[in-house]
């Protein structure tokens, strides 16, 4: 069966966002480790670039290596949908959970605009890739029961205030660390794993 899987990116104090959304914070390091982390990404995980950048990175024909649809929330749809890219992940199944949002701007982007947690589960009996949950904090406390892994990208920063990496109801859930990698910028990405 699929798996629903939290891979993001988040600071020391477990914020994955500013108060108003902001990402650019995080420290990437000098070129050198720039390029570093950067070919790792994009070689382990290169469906997780967005189609407008994939060209850029050398991605415009890169197969999707772990996940074939996207769960987000509508704070992280809604920067690129600023900006006009009306479907960021064009190489992936699209979802956007938002009850504000209305009609989807955009045919390859499917927008749900409730129960978040029957979507995952549907999503989780097809077959098929995982699925990637690309956040934000409250679809991941929404979808909580269904995240059997996560993969988390801790970058060295205090963000001080912002979106917490899950925003839900206080329910304590073990994970196993089954790996971990170090860069030199300073990045730790962890490989987590749900306890039965």
């Not at 899987?5 to 902001?22: F, H, K, M, N, T």
């Not at 995980?45 to 890169?62: C, D, I, K, Q, S």
């Not at 978040?116 to 409250?138: A, F, H, T």
């Not at 979106?163 to 839900?168: L, N, S």
Request: hydrophobic content about 40%; charged content about 20%.
């Amino acid at each position: 069966m699929r798996e629903l899987v939290y891979y993001v990116g988040v600071s020391i104090d477990g914020r994955i966002a500013g108060p108003g959304g902001e990402y650019d914070f995080y420290p990437q390091g000098d070129e050198a480790q720039v390029a570093a982390y950067m070919a790792w990404m994009n070689e382990s995980y290169p469906e997780t670039v967005p189609t407008m950048m994939r060209a850029a990175f050398g991605l415009e024909n890169a197969p999707n290596r772990r996940f074939d649809t996207v769960v987000m929330g509508l704070g992280t749809y809604r920067p690129g949908l600023d900006q006009g890219f009306t479907s960021p992940y064009a190489h992936l199944r699209q979802y956007v959970v938002s009850s504000t949002l209305g009609p989807s701007p955009d045919p390859a982007v499917t927008v749900v605009g409730g129960d978040p947690l029957g979507l995952v589960r549907s999503l989780k009996q097809e077959e098929g890739k995982d699925i990637w949950l690309c956040g934000g904090g409250k679809l991941a406390g929404a979808v909580w029961p269904e995240v059997g892994r996560m993969v988390i990208k801790s970058y060295p920063v205090v963000a001080g205030a912002g979106i917490p990496v899950v925003d839900g109801k206080f329910d304590p859930t073990p994970f196993a660390v089954t790996d971990r990698k170090a860069f030199d910028n300073g990045v730790v990405v962890t490989w987590f794993e749900r306890r039965s």
